[in-house]
């Protein structure tokens, strides 16, 4: 018998040796299975994060929900100012069950009372970008569907430059300010003040189902007009549970500072709902302000985008750097040189990176902690949510099929598309009254004759220990001298130089050549110029020949999203045309050993092809 224990111990640390993960693997799948049971029992009985809000405001009716600049909200105000904000909806006489109101508000509580409030008179909301304005905005709002629109008073001026196109559609508006003289314009805090904050009847959202629309959150339209993705709540409980995943527990306080009209900085909010948590609000994002607001707020846990994560390390160095309390940071696009140099400074806080959609069917999230990656491919996850990563042709923007037109899996360390199985337990709800966009996000006849997957657009690559890596979108990937160039692999590395802050890189056509020749366009530390010699060094050094951006672009900031993406269609239309951009340009010249100003001359000579490059 003690043989056979012996024995079993053996095999036991031999798996553990050649399979150290395991044990996380498992316990992730676990996770989620447990999350699965529990959204199957939910859309059995119509459970929404509003019933869970609603049930946390019956259990802990005093616990602090929200804290706002120097206010703070317990779980019980909330639930009386939202049914404030119902009460005018229903008395507006416009907005009735199943109907989209249009929010225009930025980071305030305001924002989190409106959605409550519409969810209980069963209704959604979209949220609209605050930083669009004109036919962007009117855009936007046209494709929610929306007959109301809510807007901030400080955003007042962006609603009047459409009003008049809003009030030919016979569109409620409404501005939250104490008064209004704006013609066609209602203020919308004083119809609140004079609503009662009793609760509401539950028959007025009893037609809801987990498939109906909680919300319809904008993709960034960094590649065309921004479109709504439909947030259900059946989708709403699967983004919020990030928080059980990785960890966040019933004690801790989270510091959102990210924009609530993106996926990110709303999950916050209804996540620290499903946890009943306390959710520390910042209107904006503040470098210098940031660690003063989290020991302000013995604030825990924090969310965060690549981009923030990098301003906070480039501050200049404090000896309370350390001094706090956060534990765990969740969230996406952080750079390896980033998180290296995160937890060297800050101390050592849990980062827990994820991979994710706003409208995609699938997510990945690196429970293990390996620097850099974004995820691990299991065989027990492709089990729960089946997806690939399928070798992809960059030249022609297509996935490689072989001889019987179904695609191929790409090998290891092979960058490649990663595609989500459609099915009832993984479903993809599109975009709101857009079919056309809706089916353009679907491959099909994937691995089998009439299967579909959801196409994530992003190229991502798997190492031979299964850690999941993003390489690049599949419309930034470029192709130059017969080789794909991953456009932040290369920006990631430029950012590196000693001059250089930030930096985007795109691929720019030149006469006569096949694929794009690389650009970059820069923006360079406080008080430095641009080291053309230096930036070169670094270049040759560390990137091979292909990649190598010909020429240089010197701004003094980039154009971001909401989120932070670098927004490159103008810049691609652009190129690198002196006749039509002032900023400093800068030309690779391989014989000088440099980056030298792109003169006329220079330009003539690439698109005349008497310069080769």
Known sequence: MLVWVAFALVILLGLLFRFSYFFHDVQHVLAKFKIRRCMLKYMQTNYTI????????????????MLFKDAAFTYQDADALSNKAARVFLRSGRVKEGDTVAMLVGNEPMFVWLWLGLVKIGCSAAFLNYNIRSKSLLHCFNCSGANTLVAAAELQGAVEEVLSSLLEQQVSVYILADGCKTAGVESFRDKMSQASSEPLSKDLRSHLTLQSPAAYIYTSGT?????????????????????????????????????????????????????????????????????DDCRKYNVTVIQYIGETMRYLCNTPKKLSDRSHKVRLAIGNGIRADVWRDFISRFGNVEIREFYGATEGNFALLNYIGKIGAIGRDTFLLRKFSPYAV???????????????????????????????????????????RDLQQTEKKKLHNVF???????????????????????????????RWKGENVATTEV?????????????????????GQEGRAGMAAVTLRDGLKFDSEDVFKHVENFLPVYARPRFMRIQSSLDVTGTFKHMKVKLVEEGFNPNLITDPLYFLDEKEKNYIPLTLDIFNGVNSGEIKI
Do not use: M
């Open 50 to 65: 509003l019933e869970r809000f609603v049930e946390a405001v019956r259990t802990q009716p005093d616990r602090p929900f």
């Open 223 to 291: 590649t065309g007009l921004p479109k709504a993705a439909v947030i259900t709540h059946s989708k709403l409980w699967a983004i919020s549970s990030l928080q059980f995943l990785t960890g966040v527990n019933s004690k801790d306080v989270i510091y959102i500072s990210l924009p609530l009209y993106h996926t990110v900085g709303f999950f916050g909010v209804t996540g620290a709902i499903e946890r009943g948590i306390t959710v520390v609000l910042r209107s904006k994002f503040s470098v210098s302000q940031f660690w």
């Open 390 to 432: 399928i070798k992809y042709n960059v030249e022609k923007g297509e996935p490689v099929r072989d001889s019987s037109g179904l695609c191929i899996e790409a090998d290891k360390g092979e960058p490649g598309l990663l595609v989500s199985e459609i099915s009832v337990r993984t479903p993809f709800s599109g975009y709101a």
């Open 448 to 478: 089998r004759r009439g299967d579909v997957y959801f196409n994530t657009g992003d190229l991502l690559r798997i190492d031979k220990d299964n850690f999941i890596y993003f390489q690049d979108r599949v419309g930034d990937t470029f």
């Open 491 to 511: 920006a990631d590395i430029i950012t590196l130089a000693g001059c250089v802050k930030e930096a985007t890189v795109y691929g720019v056509k030149v006469p």
